[in-house]
């Protein structure tokens, strides 16, 4: 089979297209990949700075769409089924294999694009918003980064599990139309969002980090939450405490990977609470750039040049 291959942690330019042979470990679900997510973690992963750091060489590629080709006997899937999975590693190939626990039937309505560009981001923005969050009915949610997979994600699960109204942050007015696509209620632009939007803010979510923290912080209202899921404006923020304090605020971490897969069923859990509204449509992810796979470089440094809206996918 045709896979990427992380050989150097040279960056995402260094990653290579080689020949591997099947994947055949006993009591995985072996999957022909029909299309695979990429995201931050992976370019993070060709320089060796996500924390998860296999030996070199390795297949990159955590989540994936396809056709069941194999599947252990009591798992509930059967060869031709259409799926969505967490393989973790080894999605950007042909063919990847993962735990049944962490495979689930795609619906039909579902395209395998979609498939592709689910579980890591919805189930992120599920944790944060609705178990970590704690999300209540008629609430504001105020969402950073509002055109990236993330971004989206979070508008459509606030939308989905109750928010009254869900405030897109957007660096452009391009991926204002994004936000607004996904069903943010209102858009506003990164520079001076604070003085836009007020102290009006039940929930902030923010994947971006940087200069914007402390800004974040004066949006909230009494009882209000900040849920820190990422960085990818590069620096880490530092908060004053006494924010906190005089303002009945909090900050809070969304760790979604460290804590689901060190609880087996978690992300089936999830993936339940999630499906009613995936079959719906209320939850459907924005499919940016599809990129063969022989394209992976550029589809990688195309996240790290944040000029991508919604999800970038390969497709083998």
């Known amino acids: 089979m045709r896979a990427v291959h992380i050989s150097t942690l040279d960056g995402p330019e260094a990653i290579e297209l080689v020949d591997l ?54 798992s509930g899937l059967s060869a031709g089924d259409r799926v969505a999975a967490l393989p973790l590693l080894g999605g950007f190939a042909e063919k990847v294999q993962a735990r049944p626990d962490l495979t689930f039937a795609l619906p039909d309505e579902v395209s395998f694009e979609e498939g592709a560009s689910f579980l890591f ?3 992120t923005a599920y944790f944060a918003l609705l178990e970590r969050g704690g999300l209540a009915q008629g609430e504001t949610v ?16 606030a939308k989905a599990f109750g928010a009254g109204r869900v405030i897109a942050v957007v660096s452009t007015e391009e991926k204002g139309e994004v936000a607004r696509a ?7 632009l990164a520079d001076g969002f604070k003085d836009t939007v007020g102290k009006s803010v039940d929930i902030v979510v923010d994947p971006v980090g940087g200069d914007r923290f402390t800004d974040s912080l004066r949006t909230l209202r009494e009882h209000g939450r900040l849920l820190v899921i990422g960085f990818t404006a590069g620096s880490i923020p530092e908060v004053k405490v006494n924010r906190l304090l005089l303002n009945n605020v909090a900050v809070l971490g969304v760790g979604w990977g460290a ?58």
Request: charged letters at 15%; zero cysteines.
């Open 182 to 188: 996904a069903g943010a209620d209102e858009v506003v």
């Open 21 to 74: 042979p099947d994947p055949s470990a006993e009591g995985l679900v072996t999957i022909a990949v029909k299309a695979a997510g990429v995201a931050f973690p992976e370019l993070l992963q060709t320089r060796g700075l996500y924390q998860m750091k296999p030996d070199l060489p390795f297949v990159p590629g955590a989540e994936v769409s396809g056709i069941v080709e194999s599947a252990p006997e009591g």
């Open 259 to 316: 804590y689901a897969m060190s609880r087996p069923g978690h992300v089936g859990t999830e993936w339940e609470a999630m499906l009613p509204h995936l079959r719906s449509g209320a939850l459907r992810p924005i499919v940016g750039a599809v990129h063969p796979l022989a394209e992976a470089s550029a589809a990688l440094q195309s996240l790290e040049g944040r000029t991508v809206t919604g999800k970038v996918v390969l497709t083998p």
């Open 142 to 157: 105020l969402v950073h980064g509002a055109a990236g997979g993330i971004g989206t994600a979070s508008i459509q699960v």
């Open 121 to 123: 981001n919805y189930a």
